[in-house]
């Protein structure tokens, strides 16, 4: 203590009424330097203090288990830091500011999934690479069948059913962000083997670009290939596309994801015949 009731020195404790204490360093009866601040429900931080709050380097660890290390200013992570949520949960490691997550940093998943690349408030933003992991899922297999998705993705609906089984397939985008969605050029290049090569838009394909297919679908034999348009995930406009299995060639415009307008159908090499029109 000092006159007055200041509070002042290296090494003071101080606890509130409430359960909350401190151990540490003071200036003019305000927490600066090391010191330790500990909540009643077990959160306790540890490290640097300016002008009664977290600033310099400390330690997070909260009451679940979730915790962050790394730089602070004005009580605000700030720098570099790591985070990690709870029981074994997602971990960062990179840039903060105000905060949020700002700046290069990795983000890894429990599945092993991640994301390496550049962020704004928290939303990955900028360049970046995506991995997603394989995953096993159950669906409910429903009486009226299902909707496919975008860039390797889908959900089932319909009626009510058995449950089933099914492996989302991993792969890896390397491409531009924007508020935490793939938009602009990328790559996205599945494990099985197919690959989107080109612009995208709120995460669905959208622009121009390249997609083939390695293996077969409900909608697409293996080897397919498409070059054009897209829109909304679905090609439209001027494209062209080759059937892997027969080598056959559209070459016109193309309506929500079918050929619609004005094109041209070629038959294989075996076929050698072609027709152009409507």
């Not at 500011?97 to 994301?115: H, I, Q, R």
């Not at 969605?181 to 959208?206: F, I, M, N, P, T």
Request: glycine residues 22%; hydrophobic residues 25%.
């Amino acid at each position: 203590w000092k006159e007055g009731h200041t509070l002042e020195g290296e090494n003071g404790v101080f606890t509130w009424a409430d359960g909350r204490k401190y151990s540490g360093a003071w200036l003019r009866s305000k927490r600066h330097g090391a010191g330790t601040f500990e909540w009643p429900d077990g959160t306790v931080y540890e490290g640097q203090w300016a002008d009664d709050a977290e600033d310099g380097v400390g330690e997070l660890r909260n009451a679940d288990g979730s915790s962050y290390t790394g730089g602070w200013s004005r009580g605000l992570r700030e720098g570099e830091g790591q985070s990690s949520s709870a029981k074994g949960g997602a971990s960062f490691t990179g840039g903060w500011a105000n905060n949020l997550k700002n700046g290069p940093g990795k983000l890894t998943l429990p599945d092993g999934s991640s994301y390496d690349g550049e962020w704004s408030d928290s939303l990955r933003s900028g360049t970046g690479t995506w991995v997603r992991a394989s995953v096993r899922s159950q669906a409910v297999v429903g009486s009226t069948g299902g909707t496919g998705g975008t860039a390797g993705t889908g959900t089932g609906t319909g009626g009510a059913g058995p449950a089933a089984e099914y492996v989302v397939c991993g792969g890896t985008y390397v491409g531009v962000w924007e508020g935490d969605k793939r938009s602009g050029a990328g790559v996205w290049k599945l494990d099985s083997g197919s690959s989107y090569d080109g612009e995208w838009l709120d995460d669905v394909y959208h622009g121009t670009g390249v997609h083939e297919w390695a293996l077969a679908d409900s909608d697409h034999a293996a080897g397919e290939k498409y070059e054009g348009s897209w829109e909304g995930g679905l090609r439209s406009g001027p494209g062209r596309m080759v059937v892997g299995s027969t080598g056959d060639i559209y070459d016109g415009e193309w309506l929500r994801d079918k050929p619609h307008g004005q094109g041209t159908y070629a038959w294989g090499p075996d076929g050698g015949k072609s027709y152009s029109g409507s």
